[in-house]
C-alpha cells in the first residue's frame, strides 16, 4: 500500500461513518495532509449539511498550511451549488496545491466539472486512488445516476428444504411464520435502517401483517411499499397505521391519506420496472424486496437486481411457498448462530 491509498483507506473509513444519514448524497470522506501528517479531516454527515470537504478544511486550526497540503477526498469535489457551495471553489479559494481523488462523481451537475475547476485554476489533481473501492461505497449513487434507477437488494428467508412459507390457511394469517432467528432479525432491521424504501407484494402483506419498520436497530425509517392491485389490502393492517410514510401501487385512482400515498400501475407492463421508475422519479436510491416469491422471481427474471441476501433456517416445512430460483454463485456464506446467510451479486 501506497502513501495514497493510505490516506484514501482513511477518506473511506470516514465516508462510512455518514452511512444511512446523508441519501440521496453520497458518503464522503476526506482528509488533508502536511509534511506527512494529518493536520485535518472530515465527512459529510448528514443530507443538506456541510460536505467533507468543508468540514476537513474548516477542522484545520492553522489554515496557512493549507497552501502547502494535499487533499485527500473519496468523490469528486462538487462544482455547482446545490444545498451548499461548491466544494472544488472552497479548495481553490484556500490554494490547496494538489488534490488526490478517489473516483469521479457520475452526478451530471458535477461529473468532471469539479476535476476540471481545480486543474484550471493550477491545482495539481491525482484521480482514481482506490478507485474501485470508492465506487464500491457509494454503489446505490453511481446505479442510481449511471443506471436511472435505485439499486436493488433481494432479500428472503427460506426453510431448509427450500420454501419460502409452510402451507397457511387464512386462520393462521396476521403473523410471519419464523425461518429466521433473532441474530438474523437484528440483520435485516440493521439493513432497513440504511436503504430508502422497502418492497413486498399483496400475499405477503396479508399473511404477515409485517411492519417494515426498523426495531431491532437504530436508524431511519425506509419507505414502505406495497402492491395491492385489487384493493384486498384490508385497512386495519400494520401497513396502513400511519406511522411511517407508505406507498401502495394499484391499479385503481386513490386519494392519499394519513401518510399513506396511492401510485396507480399499469399491471399490464413490468411492474418491477414501473416501481423503479417511479422510485427514481421520487430520488430514493436503493429498495429492499422482501417478497414475495413471484414479486422476487419477476425481479430476477427482469435483471432487475443488484444484491441478494438469502437466509437459511433449521427448519424444514415439507411443502409450501417455493423460494425464488437464483441461478448465481454467492459471494460470501456466513453463519449467524445456526443459519446462514449467502450473499449473491448480480455483477458479470
Keep these: 500500500m501506497n502513501i495514497s491509498e493510505k490516506y484514501m483507506n482513511r477518506c473511506l473509513e470516514l465516508a462510512r461513518l455518514g452511512m444511512g444519514d446523508v441519501a440521496p448524497n453520497p458518503m464522503v470522506g476526506c482528509v488533508i495532509v502536511h509534511e506527512g501528517k494529518i493536520i485535518g479531516e472530515g465527512f459529510h454527515q448528514r443530507y443538506g449539511e456541510a460536505h467533507a470537504e468543508v468540514n476537513a478544511i474548516n477542522s484545520v486550526k492553522n489554515k496557512d498550511l493549507l497552501k502547502e497540503s494535499t487533499l485527500y477526498v473519496s468523490l469528486e469535489p462538487c462544482a455547482h ?87 397457511r390457511s387464512e386462520a393462521d394469517f396476521g403473523q410471519p411464520t419464523w425461518i429466521s432467528n433473532e441474530l438474523s432479525r437484528r440483520q435485516v432491521h440493521r439493513q432497513r435502517a440504511e436503504e430508502a424504501a422497502i418492497l413486498i407484494g399483496t400475499n405477503t402483506a396479508i399473511k404477515d401483517n409485517p411492519s417494515l419498520t426498523v426495531r431491532d436497530w437504530s436508524g431511519k425509517q425506509p419507505v414502505r411499499l406495497v402492491l395491492d392491485r385489487q384493493k384486498r389490502l384490508p385497512d386495519n393492517m400494520n401497513l396502513k397505521d400511519g406511522s411511517v410514510r407508505t406507498v401502495v401501487f394499484t391499479s385503481y385512482n386513490n386519494s392519499d391519506v394519513n401518510n399513506l400515498e396511492f401510485v396507480k400501475l399499469d399491471f399490464g407492463q413490468s411492474i418491477p420496472q414501473q416501481i423503479l421508475d417511479w422510485l427514481y422519479q421520487n430520488e430514493l436510491q436503493s429498495v429492499i424486496v422482501e417478497g414475495g416469491r413471484q414479486l422476487l422471481q419477476d425481479f430476477i427474471d427482469q435483471e432487475l437486481w443488484d444484491e441478494a441476501y438469502v437466509f437459511t433456517g433449521q427448519v424444514n416445512f415439507g411443502s409450501g411457498v417455493n423460494a425464488p430460483k437464483l441461478f448465481k454463485q454467492p459471494i460470501s456464506t456466513d453463519y449467524l448462530d445456526k443459519n446462514l446467510l449467502q450473499v449473491f451479486t448480480n455483477k458479470d
Design 81 to 167: 451549488y446545490g444545498k451548499t457551495p461548491p466544494c472544488s471553489d472552497l479548495i481553490i479559494e484556500h490554494q490547496i496545491p494538489h488534490v488526490v481523488v478517489g473516483s469521479g462523481d457520475p452526478f451530471a451537475k458535477v461529473a468532471g466539472r469539479g476535476i476540471g475547476k481545480m486543474q484550471k485554476a493550477g491545482i495539481k489533481v491525482e484521480v482514481g486512488i482506490l478507485e474501485k473501492e470508492c465506487i464500491e461505497l457509494n454503489r446505490r449513487f453511481f446505479t442510481f445516476h449511471e443506471k436511472k434507477r435505485p439499486f436493488v437488494i433481494l432479500k428472503w428467508a427460506q426453510s431448509f428444504d427450500g420454501f419460502l412459507d409452510a402451507d
